[in-house]
């Protein structure tokens, strides 16, 4: 009779080492034990990802949005106000940039508050937007 530890060994030095350049490979969830079947490895373009991700970034009121909420949620409402762009617009973007999981939200009885996903978003357009500045600098365009 094979232990369950024993099993589970088993199963790992059946699995098939992946590589591959410029993708990511993924394992569905760990099935029990019990399940004979070992579930196949789903590939996912790291390339595609990032660049579906980047059209969020093809917007100067997106840019606006990630950079207002910086460290802290806000309501649309309030997104609104500060970017002066009418609500109905900073929630169409905000569906987009939700869809492409740049920005969470949570509810609080009527209110949705939105924020940044992960910092690392946030640092990423900044940088860029800093190296923009330098290469404008360098050139005397400002």
């Known amino acids: 009779?094979?232990?369950?530890?024993?099993?589970?060994?088993?199963?790992?030095?059946?699995?098939?080492a992946v590589k591959?350049?410029?993708?990511?490979?993924a394992a569905p969830a760990v099935k029990p034990v019990s399940e004979?079947?070992?579930?196949?490895?789903?590939?996912?373009d790291?390339?595609?990802?990032?660049?579906?991700?980047?059209?969020?970034?093809?917007?100067a009121v997106r840019l606006k949005i990630m950079d207002a909420l910086g460290e802290e949620e806000k309501?649309?409402?309030?997104?609104a106000?500060?970017?002066?762009?009418p609500v109905a617009n900073i929630s169409q973007h905000?569906?987009?940039?939700?869809?492409?999981?740049?920005?969470?939200?949570?509810?609080?009885?009527r209110t949705m508050y939105y924020r940044i996903a992960n910092p690392k978003f946030l640092f990423g357009i900044r940088s860029v937007?800093?190296?923009l500045l330098e290469e404008l600098r360098k050139r005397g365009g400002m």
């Open 46 to 59: 790291v390339f595609q990802l990032h660049a579906s991700f980047c059209t969020i970034f093809s917007s």
């Open 1 to 16: 009779m094979i232990s369950l530890g024993e099993r589970r060994a088993e199963s790992a030095a059946a699995a098939p």
């Open 75 to 79: 309501t649309v409402t309030e997104l």
């Open 20 to 25: 591959s350049v410029g993708k990511v490979t």
């Open 129 to 131: 937007r800093e190296g």
């Open 36 to 44: 004979a079947a070992v579930a196949p490895v789903v590939e996912i």
């Open 81 to 85: 106000e500060a970017l002066d762009v």
């Open 94 to 109: 905000l569906r987009v940039m939700r869809d492409l999981a740049a920005v969470t939200n949570r509810r609080e009885g």
